[in-house]
Nanobody, 131 residues
Framework: QVRLVESGGGSVQSGGPLRLSCAASGDTYSSINPMGWIRQARGKEREGVATIYTSSGGRAYYADSMKGRVTISQDNAKNAVYLQMNDLKPEDTAVYYC??????????????????????WGQGTQVTVSS
């Protein structure tokens, strides 16, 4: 089992930054690869925002909708992954989930942004961007 706990959500004005954190724990933590951030706006489907292959050299992939405005990073010593978001827009308002893939096979790639592939999820943290 893997436990994921997000933090750092909140309200911010348009154009502002926000940093989300995800702390991972559990007896299968060492098998996690990748970890991603997925968001879901009200009335919309879940959308992959960014993912990082924590055990494959930190290779990262980003959704086109946020490319250039977000950076995903990892701290293996803390078993944590972060999402730095800049220049936020009202359309970025959503619940942001941390998610982990365990035992995936195959090469790293943009396919890791697909929300349906992930095995473990956090409880989510709300991000609200006001205009």
């Amino acid at each position: 089992q893997v436990r994921l706990v997000e933090s750092g959500g909140g309200s911010v004005q348009s154009g502002g930054p926000l940093r989300l954190s995800c702390a991972a724990s559990g007896d299968t933590y060492s098998s996690i690869n990748p970890m991603g951030w997925i968001r879901q706006a009200r009335g919309k489907e879940r959308e992959g925002v960014a993912t990082i292959y924590t055990s494959s050299g930190g290779r990262a992939y980003y959704a086109d909708s946020m490319k250039g405005r977000v950076t995903i990073s990892q701290d293996n010593a803390k078993n944590a992954v972060y999402l730095q978001m800049n220049d936020l827009k009202p359309e970025d308002t959503a619940v942001y989930y941390c998610a982990a893939g365990v035992g995936w096979k195959g090469m790293p790639g943009v396919h890791a942004l697909a929300p349906g592939r992930y095995d473990y999820w956090g409880q989510g943290t709300q991000v609200t961007v006001s205009s």
